[in-house]
T-cell receptor, first 115, second 112 residues
Framework: EAGVAQSPRYKIIEKRQSVAFWCNPISGHATLYWYQQILGQGPKLLIQ????????DSQLPKDRFSAERLKGVDSTLKIQPAKLEDSAVYLCASSPSRQITYEQYFGPGTRLTVT | EDKVVQSPLSLVVHEGDTVTLNCSYE??????LLWYKQEKKAPTFLFML????IEKKSGRLSSILDKKELFSILNITATQTGDSAVYLCAVLSSGSARQLTFGSGTQLTVLP
């Protein structure tokens, strides 16, 4: 079974620029998550989708971050404009269901550096 | 606000040693506790614990949950250099969102 795919793997931008990340979850997985992992910290959930609907975006800084999963499969996360503190690894994860017995499978992440 | 605290923050041992990593939590509507191993890439799943007192074991790794005292431990016996990684503890809450809240991790370094 193919894993969660993310691109790009690395991105360097200047502050105030825009950036977009892409995630393709494991085939058939209904639930998709975007996490932000700052160096030395655990991943922090930004947004959770169930199919193409948002389940939880309470920790997404909506003034600059947006995410969509239009067809309920792949997803994009956008930052505009970027700030220095957005430098982090952005992890995408998917799971078959929101049921508690299923673990989340993580993609390789996109490392963003904002200069 | 849900909270997960891991200790120690970092640990350096030699091959063959046994280590115990700790995870304590304060979470509303607790459902499960998960352990992940993170090398220089995405976290990989190790264990999911839902019931108190039942040890889960995979090779040299084992873990147990205490829902009364709100903590879990991850044991690694006969450590190898390949065990060097960050070990993340996460708690799954129930409710409409059912989200994972992660701790900051324990950085384990195993020296030859």
């Amino acid at each position: 079974e193919a894993g969660v795919a993310q691109s790009p793997r690395y991105k360097i931008i200047e502050k105030r620029q825009s950036v977009a990340f892409w995630c393709n979850p494991i085939s058939g997985h209904a639930t998709l998550y975007w996490y932000q992992q700052i160096l030395g910290q655990g991943p922090k959930l930004l947004i959770q989708f169930q199919n193409n609907g948002v389940v939880d975006d309470s920790q997404l800084p909506k003034d600059r971050f947006s995410a969509e999963r239009l067809k309920g499969v792949d997803s994009t996360l956008k930052i505009q404009p970027a700030k220095l503190e957005d430098s982090a690894v952005y992890l995408c994860a998917s799971s078959p269901s929101r049921q508690i017995t299923y673990e989340q499978y993580f993609g390789p992440g996109t490392r963003l550096t904002v200069t | 606000e849900d909270k997960v605290v891991q200790s120690p923050l970092s640990l350096v041992v030699h091959e063959g040693d046994t280590v115990t990593l700790n995870c304590s939590y304060e979470v509303t509507n607790f459902r499960s506790l998960l352990w992940y191993k993170q090398e220089k890439k995405a976290p990989t799943f190790l264990f999911m614990l839902t019931s108190s007192g039942i040890e889960k074991k995979s090779g040299r790794l084992s873990s147990i949950l205490d829902k009364k005292e709100l903590f879990s431990i991850l044991n690694i016996t006969a450590t190898q250099t390949g065990d060097s990684a960050v070990y993340l503890c996460a708690v799954l809450s129930s409710g409409s969102a059912r989200q994972l809240t992660f701790g900051s991790g324990t950085q384990l370094t195993v020296l030859p």
